[in-house]
């Protein structure tokens, strides 16, 4: 008989109240990411009344630079503690100091990306995903898997529609400018850029009940791509309104 994941000591506190010296670091995370995107690199906010506030969400973004996580929370105006990330299991998880330092800091959610004998199943992500967003969390996924060259936009994969599906909940778009310029990849240090983040209205899971599975196939790739443009549409639309405000 399998065991629940939500049984192993090493994910057990994913699905649990967060202890008071997570909070404590979440508390100085945010005073000092709140004071940097206040003052020197200033965000601009667009659309913060599509952000729902009685449900939880997956958080979708462009990704260019190690600062669109905080960014990202930043917009929200909720806390860097209510979200989580999918992290690679191999790396943050069955290293035992990496995984007992950082589940302090930072809410990480492990995912194989590599099968072999010690793998998670998809469905043991998923129900850790399940239970943490039970707390009134919410995750980031970055469909583009890792962070592009400035200016880029890399394909989209599909496991954030995988998730919203799989989870029934909305997926809230997000396009990001600045972050590129500000911290982009290959710098160490951040530069005084203005950046904007414009949230777009939340889109409903589509029902995965009933299909087959060729028409499960289908819709992660038809909806992946409707993802992508929309995202895609609006960074050049945000980036050509930047253009012509140097002007």
């Keep these: 008989m399998k065991h629940s994941i939500l049984e192993d000591p090493r994910y057990r506190h994913i699905a649990e109240p967060k ?30 009344e599509h952000i729902p506030k009685d449900k939880p969400f997956i958080f979708v973004s462009n990704h260019n630079s190690h600062m669109d996580i905080a960014v990202l929370a930043y917009s929200t105006r909720m806390g860097y503690e209510k979200f989580g990330f999918l992290a690679a299991k191999d790396y943050w998880f069955d290293n035992n100091f990496r995984r007992k330092f950082f589940k302090y800091l930072i809410n990480l959610i492990p995912i194989s990306r590599k099968q072999n ?32 060259s400035p200016g880029e936009t890399q394909r989209f994969r599909k496991g954030a529609i995988k998730f919203s599906m799989g989870l029934n909940v909305p997926i809230l778009p997000a396009v990001i400018v600045g972050t590129e310029k500000a911290w982009p990849k290959g710098n160490a240090w951040m530069q005084s850029v203005p950046i904007t983040v414009k949230v777009l209205p939340p889109i409903d899971p589509v029902k995965a009940e009933g299909l087959t599975e060729s028409e499960y196939n ?26 012509s405000e140097k002007l």
């Design 19 to 48: 202890s008071i010296l997570f909070q404590i670091f979440s508390f100085l995370f945010d005073l000092y990411a709140n004071t940097i995107l206040t003052f020197y690199t200033p965000v601009k906010v667009l659309g913060r």
């Design 117 to 148: 004998l010690e793998s998670l199943d998809l469905e043991d992500t998923m129900t850790l995903s399940k239970a943490f967003m039970k707390l009134g969390n919410n995750i980031i996924i970055f469909p583009e898997g890792s962070r592009g």
């Design 218 to 243: 289908k819709t992660l790739s038809t909806e992946t791509k409707k993802l992508e443009s929309i995202i895609i549409k609006t960074l050049k639309e945000l980036e050509n309104s930047a253009s």
